[in-house]
């Protein structure tokens, strides 16, 4: 492929039917990541991979009901409420397996998924077997069949992905509180029920129309990949919902211009294989909550404490006793020298000690107001707490230090 | 070393305090949970480690056993490091982190710990039955040996978690709240164990929640509040003045529970109130 | 009807291949049940598939060792990073979970796709699906060959492998029952006594990849997630010993390949009359798994959605019981 033509495809430039294929499935990751951001919150993520393969079942039946009653049985409306239909089955019945037995709910995610799904395939079988035959028309939803979509179904994911995002705007403050702490919600008069019904709903839809494109299979990834990769770049959920649903476009978009780009690339797995490229980024790199970033704040916080006690030992008489490592950190900040502090060091122990004095005080005289942003205990005292509080711990009653009583 | 049989002799550890703990700071993400505790265990009686809600008072146990990574800090169980005196180590865990549902009876829970007295591979022989019925026996719950642990009560629950620590034929026991939620008899029971468990030389050391209770129940006291705030005897270090310190604010002379009979009112309810924050 | 040289030579090893597959399923299964890890055995079903591909355009054959470590070293990969993402990144196990298999799989659909080029007799339908009409044992043509060891020499290839790593599967579980068991119920004791929790719990990852991937080729990726959950949840509704739940969720598992594949093999040509076309038997397999869990979850004797709301006493019983942990937990 050479450059040009992947330009004219990333931005759908590249003739009528693959414009229409790459922005269809944009919308169906917009549409998938904004609602897939509330399902992990929810910690459903599995639930839906229930759901796409419970679809199955609901597939073949309706094919088989609708050629029966002398209709045309591969009609794309009939089967998607076949699958529609059965996938609310699916997730009705593993409520009340959780609700009604002592199962754990991951038992009862995996015994209705994978139950359903075999009974797909026995009736996909029988209707290998029948006179009109053929189901290869049916086997599309199972691995999807993305260059297929025409303009029609394009319009229906952009008008999805429309309907997804309005109803995340809407419903975000319901949503949130449904997420974030249901019993709350429910005792204070939320029809916590209802609102969980529509969160299901939705996510029912976006697994139903998304089914030709991506295939029941693999639906779920971008309901769940998107939005894990969201989650590492921010605390806040308003921005988690629209960086899932950016990347999940991001993911629709790029993934089906590849796929149109080269040959014997299925669509639907490289959609996925770009959402997974997006979530192993966002996974090391993201500044929030990425793994790289979290590791040097931890690796920063055990050095500190090191130094503290190191300094707050020497302050204390006893002679400068550190493993070498914390040492040559010592040494690489000027604060020691041949095992013996420098002068910054000496300032740096009183310093350290006295803001270790300071922070007991302050838990003592304050035990539950420990601010939660600051590495308390750490960072400097009058950086974290107001002045005339510092001051105050600094001139009020002296707490006893642990060791006066401890003896 | 997976089983450490070559548990070192008492004569060995005799002379070295059952639990050492130096600088030991544990942090969730980025807040300390245990501030850099100090704190050494004496060799005799037992010792409740008494603080409000979220100070550290499990994480304490966990780190102690290894269970949570500590920042910084050593921990040190008669002389050596925990990973050594596995087999001297005993562990009540709340009753809550596991579950209750679990195809076992009470005493098949009872018989895990001597799982690491068998060994790898080996089933459970009669003799280790035996000695799990016994453990049973001894909290008072023989005629429930059968009985799927899902069908006991709270109480019940808890002594078999007992009986099982007691199965591990340990040198020091770390329980975290095998006082909580239990009925009257099992509270009985419970310490009625503890005290022997002193009796025979073991080291006990619990998380408890009830102020009202350490004094007549402990001989030795803890106070945490995220970082050690006092430590010793309880006559001399359980007063005012450390309960201020640890539970925060205005805690009058009159709602501290001393030693002896006369009990003041559940200074745990007068301090909720604080609990939530010091305007 | 059928001869008795077709039911041997073609029904014969093809439900001996499903019993096998269902039985070791069936028994590692327990273990995800009870450490509520149910999800992992649907993610590892699925995340080996690139390894299997891999090994197969390695090779050119579906047989064979390079498949079976290709399988191997990608449920490995896949329990790592589940493990990886959850607890660095912070994610909850189910959302990890989620990431890792989706994108597993997709990757081992491409490769398919990609291997199709090279006009490879490999497509996602054997993989989905399982091909359990295609195990076959030419050698024996009436009941009195089977006394012959020459006949036994030339048993399925598959069905040696399902039966070796049954065995495997079970000499595993009763060496280990005892640290089984223990990590399963309180990995944090386990830990202070010794016994390595996080080992065990990569352990039942590995086994239950070495099952599903023995069983695959018979049954299709998806249909192992039925047989390691739903023999065993059936099983724990039954009894409440952990001994028995084992054996039973074995018999169960067993008897839930043979009947299934009866099932898909007669049960249309009894229905229709006549000869009539079969049904898939690994899907009439899972489909059986269903029903039985359904009769467990309906009528068991004691865990029954009807024995539970029957008697009063019991219920008032289990009542009780929620207080006591709703006012312990009030208490902390």
Known sequence: ?407 | MLFPHSAPSIAETAATPPLEVRGLTVAYNRKPVLWSADYTAPARGLIAIVGPNGAGKSTFIKACLGLVPAVSGTVKVHGGPVAKRRALIGYVPQRETVDWDFPASALDVVAMGRYAMIGWCRPVGRAHKEAARACLDRVGMADFADRQIGQLSGGQQQRVFLARALAQEARVYFMDEPFAGVDAATERAVIQVLRDLDHAGRTVICVHHDLQTVADYFDHVLLLNTRVVAAGPVATTLNAETLRQTYGGRLGPGDVPMAGRDRAPDPGRDLAPLERGVA | MITTQEFLQIDLPAMTAAVLACVCCALVGNFLVLRRQSLLGDAISHAILPGIVAGFLITGTRAGLPVILGALAAAVIAGVLIEAVRRFGRLDGGAAMGVVFTVMFAGGVVLIEQGAARAVDLDADCVLYGQLEAILWLAPQTWADLADPAVWADLPRQVVTLALVTLLCVVCVVAFAKELAITSFDPALATTLGIPAGLFHHAVVVLVAIAAIASFEAVGSILVVAMLICPAATARLLTDRLPVQLWLSVAIGGLTGAGGYLLGAFGPSILAGGPADALNAAGMIATLAGVLLTAAILFAPRHGVLARNRPRHRGAAGHQMGKDVVSDAVTH
């Open chain 1, 1 to 407: 492929m050479n450059p040009a033509d992947v330009i004219a495809t990333l931005t759908l430039q590249a003739g009528f039917n693959s414009a229409v294929v790459v922005a269809g499935t944009a919308c169906l990751g917009v549409a998938a990541g904004a609602i897939g951001g509330f399902m992990l919150l929810r910690k459903r993520a599995l639930v839906s991979d229930a759901l796409s393969h419970a679809t199955l079942p609901g597939i073949a039946l309706a094919f088989l009901i609708a050629t029966g009653l002398g209709l045309e049985g591969r009609s794309l409306p009939v089967l998607l409420t076949g699958a529609l239909v059965s996938g609310l089955a699916g997730v009705l019945a593993i409520q009340a397996i959780t609700r009604h037995t002592r199962l754990p709910e991951d038992a009862a995610i995996g015994a209705v998924l994978s139950v359903f799904f075999g009974v797909g395939v026995v009736l996909l079988s029988h209707i290998q077997t029948l006179a009109t035959g053929n189901q290869a028309g049916l086997k599309t939803f199972i691995l999807g069949q993305t260059a297929a979509m025409n303009q029609g179904e394009a319009l229906a994911l952009g008008a999805l992905a429309l309907a997804a995002l309005a109803a995340a705007g809407l419903l975000f403050k319901e949503f949130r509180l449904l997420c974030f702490d249901p019993d709350f919600a429910a005792g204070q008069g939320w029809p916590t029920r209802r609102i969980d019904l529509a969160l299901m709903g939705l996510t029912t839809l976006v697994t139903v129309i998304g089914l030709q494109t991506v295939g029941l299979i693999l639906i779920v990834a971008l309901l769940i990949v998107p939005a894990a990769a969201a989650r590492f770049w921010t605390e806040r959920l308003w921005v988690m919902v629209l960086v899932a649903a950016a990347l999940g476009g991001a993911s629709g978009w790029i993934g089906a211009s590849l796929s149109a780009l080269v040959p014997r690339l299925p669509a639907g797995a490289v959609i996925v294989l770009v959402a997974g490229a997006l979530f192993l980024v966002s996974f090391l790199a993201a500044p929030a909550r990425g793994v790289v970033a979290t590791a040097l704040r931890q690796a920063r916080l055990r050095l500190a404490y090191a130094e503290q006690a190191a300094l707050a030992a020497h302050e204390a008489g006893h002679p400068l006793d550190a493993s070498p490592a914390i040492m040559a950190w010592l040494r690489l900040r000027g604060l020691a020298a041949d095992g013996v502090l420098t002068e910054r060091g000496r300032a740096a122990a009183s310093a350290a000690d006295r803001n270790r004095r300071l922070w007991e005080r302050f838990l003592i005289r304050y035990p539950t107001l420990i601010p939660g942003q600051a590495n308390w205990g750490i960072d400097p005292i009058d950086r974290v707490l107001p002045a005339d509080m510092v001051r105050d711990l600094e001139t009020g009653p002296a707490g006893m230090a642990h060791r006066e009583i401890a003896g």
